[in-house]
């Protein structure tokens, strides 16, 4: 059985944003779930979500957060699990949430994607997974190889165009 993601938001306003997560997710067939904890908030909730993480069939966290976003460090101060964090924008134009994501101090690493990122965060999941999923290894190929088409038709197009001119 191939391992789960978790994608954990600090708070259902995130939802547009994730969003993009689950449907990349699902287009690689990869299981998730999805949950709203604090790391202010509900901090023992996180925790023990965290603590768990791994007996309950999950292989990587990603964590969305906005403002103080703390969610990724204190999920990954509990597991060791690779943890991605996706700061999400709000005040300051989402600097602060990646600042806060970014700036771990040593030993508890998050691995963080653009603000926003939330595609490129399950992508990266997936790369993880895959290191030892021949499977999705395929897929994620599969998936390089169709942005490398969709690059030159939109370049044959562009040249079809000019010629027109």
Known sequence: MSKKVAVIMGSDSDLPVVSKAFARLDSLSIPYEAHV??????????????????DNGFGVIIACAG????????????????????????????????????????????????VNGADNAAVLAAEMLALSDEGLQQKLMDLKQSMKDGVAKKDAALQEKLREQ
């Open 37 to 54: 904890m604090s790391a202010h908030r509900t901090p023992e909730a996180a925790a023990e979500f965290a603590k768990n993480a791994r």
């Open 67 to 114: 403002m103080a976003a703390h969610l990724g460090g204190v999920l990954a101060a509990y597991t060791t699990l690779p943890v991605i964090g996706v700061p999400i924008r709000s005040s300051f134009d989402g600097l602060d949430a990646l600042l806060a994501t970014v700036q771990m101090p040593s030993g508890i690493p998050v691995a963080t994607v653009a």
